[in-house]
């Protein structure tokens, strides 16, 4: 095992971890926010049947309609609390030797952590993010690429021709040739 692939590995793995971290807390932020809007919709509930009351109009139609939006928004909590108990759940990924792993094998084993595609060398040519073992952990959803304009790129360290974005061998962004 090789101090690069040692880094290598850690680097990995503190990235997926910081990931991680950014989507628990989004998650967590977004259950505050819905917490918020039930206390809003109780409030306003509380209110709504004050005022019916003192006009003597009271009726389950408004009060169900009230009561009906915050079960919506507990349902969202819950699925958020379930989304963080996956996250929690998920593995780092494993460790992989990139000494053997070359632009002529047909396939390195790894695939995108963005947009699970099956992988060359060791970074995505879309995204330019290093690859992952197959299950290492939950692919995110594909984000939205800006394709470049030229026709021609180049990686800017091994000067290899490219027809996508970023060089599978480098992970570094094509430059026009």
């Keep these: ?33 819905f917490e918020s809007q039930v206390r809003a919709k109780k409030a306003e509930l509380a209110d709504t049947v004050l005022k019916l009351y003192t006009q003597e109009r009271l009726s ?27 996250i929690k759940q998920e593995q780092s990924p494993q460790f992989v030797s ?5 632009t002529t094998q047909p396939g390195s084993g790894l695939v995108c952590p963005h947009c699970g595609i099956s992988l060359v060398g060791r970074f995505c040519p879309e995204h330019g993010v290093e690859g992952i073992l197959p299950g290492s952990y939950k692919v995110e959803a594909a984000q939205e690429v800006v394709k470049p304009t030229s026709d021609m790129l180049v990686c800017p360290v091994c000067r290899m021709p490219l027809t996508v974005r970023f060089c599978p061998e480098h992970g570094v962004e094509g430059v026009p040739g």
């Design 60 to 86: 389950e139609e408004e009060l169900l309609g009230i009561c009906g939006e915050i079960d919506q928004i507990q349902e969202q909590i819950l699925e958020q609390k379930k989304l963080q108990e996956l």
């Design 1 to 33: 095992m090789s101090l690069k692939d040692k880094v290598t590995h850690a680097t990995a793995v503190t990235k997926w971890k910081a990931d991680q971290q950014m989507r628990l807390l989004k998650s967590q932020n977004q259950v505050g926010t």
């Design 98 to 102: 990139y000494s053997s792993f070359s």
